[in-house]
């Protein structure tokens, strides 16, 4: 069976995250196919989804435009696995404690945009994943800390004390960029390891 996933491609790493998504799928011996998301009807095909960062009030406002924001919503309500990275964590929460972010409400966090500073503070960190055997090199760059979690949310990772990757059902979200890596291993957790199971 070939793997169908979706790439939100309104901004972010696309590339970066379909090779990710490739390379994972390749330690699995399985095909995968990666489909761009730039227009509402794509999202129904897709057995995964993945939503990059970028500027999130530029992605929320894009997704409600073109009606892609109920396709992501009924992907997961259907028990489908959605992987949102960075801005993705802060389009996929239910409070971005921003007005001009028209939230998913598919993760049940609180996240404060930038809050771990500007591009100058960018940073590389090795962190400590539930799920995972060794450390993964962990790429911060003006990244969202997840301030509050709902009780139906698991924090797999934290960095400072703070919550830096969780995940709710069907739902892994990370405040780093993990396809900045040639490690995989985030998009096998999120993606493979739930589909295959």
Not at 15 to 32: G, Q, V
Not at 113 to 128: I, K, M, T, W, Y
Not at 156 to 164: K, T, Y
Not at 189 to 196: D, R
């Amino acid at each position: 069976m070939t793997l169908v996933a979706g790439v939100v491609a309104v901004q972010g790493d696309v590339s970066e995250h379909a090779d990710a998504i490739r390379r994972a799928a390749a330690a699995h011996d399985d095909p995968a196919e990666v489909r761009e998301i730039r227009t509402a009807g794509v999202v129904p095909e897709c057995d995964v989804l993945l939503l990059p960062g970028g500027e999130s009030t530029t992605i929320s406002r894009h997704l409600a435009a073109d009606g892609i924001d109920e396709e992501i919503r009924d992907h997961v309500a259907a028990g489908k696995p959605l992987l949102a990275t960075c801005a993705g964590l802060i389009v996929a929460s239910t409070d971005a404690k921003d007005d001009r972010v028209a939230t998913l409400d598919v993760l049940d966090v609180t996240v404060d945009r930038n809050a771990f500073g500007r591009q100058v503070d960018s940073f590389e960190a090795p962190l400590d994943v539930e799920g995972l055997d060794e450390p993964f090199p962990a790429v911060f760059i003006r990244a969202p800390v997840i301030d509050e979690v709902d009780e139906a949310v698991t924090v797999l990772a934290s960095w400072d004390d703070r919550p830096v990757a969780v995940r709710q059902g069907s739902v892994v979200a990370t405040s780093f960029h993990p396809e900045l890596t040639n490690d995989p291993r985030v998009h096998d957790l999120a993606f493979f390891e739930s589909v295959l199971a």
